[in-house]
Nanobody, 127 residues
Framework: VQLQASGGGSVQPGESLRLSCTASGFTSGGYAIGWFRQAPGKEREWLSLINTSDGVIYYADSVKGRFTISRDNAKNTVYLQLNGLKPEDTAVYYC?????????????????????WGQGTLVTVSS
């Protein structure tokens, strides 16, 4: 099982980026993809999750209204659209996959509940 995250870059405040997380090697059974970020010296922060089976979506309050998660099951890819970026959004962004049976409204926010991780993609927001 592999996850490949991409799409990061350096942008100015107010600009947008679209991150991608492409999955391969998953066997049958539902799973969820979550996006996290980790800034230097800080803990990994949960941002959003999508159930790849039924499309149910959740967001952290800190990004609700600015970030949008979506999926393209034909491409085995989950996207995270980042709009209105701020300097405090600067971080390495990670996608993780977890088997659905492990995911609750509480556990989805805990990075140690995820079974697989992509390598991370750096987003830098600076003027």
């Amino acid at each position: 099982v592999q996850l490949q995250a991409s799409g990061g870059g350096s942008v100015q405040p107010g600009e947008s980026l679209r991150l991608s997380c492409t999955a391969s090697g998953f066997t049958s059974g539902g799973y969820a993809i979550g996006w996290f970020r980790q800034a230097p010296g800080k803990e990994r922060e949960w941002l959003s999750l999508i159930n790849t089976s039924d499309g149910v979506i959740y967001y952290a309050d800190s990004v609700k209204g600015r970030f949008t998660i979506s999926r393209d099951n034909a491409k085995n890819t989950v996207y995270l659209q980042l709009n209105g970026l701020k300097p405090e959004d600067t971080a390495v962004y990670y996608c993780g996959a977890a088997h659905l049976y492990k995911i609750t409204l509480t556990t989805m926010k805990h990075h140690n509940e995820y079974d697989y991780w992509g390598q991370g993609t750096l987003v830098t927001v600076s003027s």
